[in-house]
């Protein structure tokens, strides 16, 4: 099992910034993949960002240029940097891990930005 505990997220105005972070425990040691996902009500969930353990990228096309995603193996923690945040920005922000074909989710954090 892994277990994930998001952190960081809050109300911002927009053109502001958050760090959400992500501490994983538990089974870590086979994860080769972790990322962001976002979800609003009434939407699907849809990825935002994720890292391999290579540290190669992929984005939504949405935040390229705005968000970025990095890890820190040593204290098992993903972290998403938004900048320049949009009112289309806000929705509630998961964590995501992926090992051995199983995806294990944290419960989420809410990000709102302000017009």
């Known amino acids: 099992q892994v277990q994930l505990v998001e952190s960081g997220g809050g109300l911002v105005q927009a053109g502001g910034s958050l760090r959400l972070s992500c501490a994983a425990s538990g089974s870590i040691f086979s994860i080769n993949r972790m990322g962001w996902y976002r979800q609003g009500p009434g939407k699907q969930r849809e990825l935002v960002a994720r890292i391999t353990s290579d540290g190669a990228t992929r984005y939504a096309d949405s935040v390229k240029g705005r968000f970025t995603i990095s890890r820190d193996n040593a204290k098992n923690t993903v972290y998403l940097q938004m900048n320049s945040l949009e009112p289309e920005d806000t929705d509630v922000y998961y964590c995501?891990?992926?090992?051995?074909?199983?995806?294990?989710w944290g419960q989420g954090t809410q990000v709102t930005v302000s017009s």
């Open positions: 995501a891990a992926f090992r051995n074909g199983e995806a294990y």
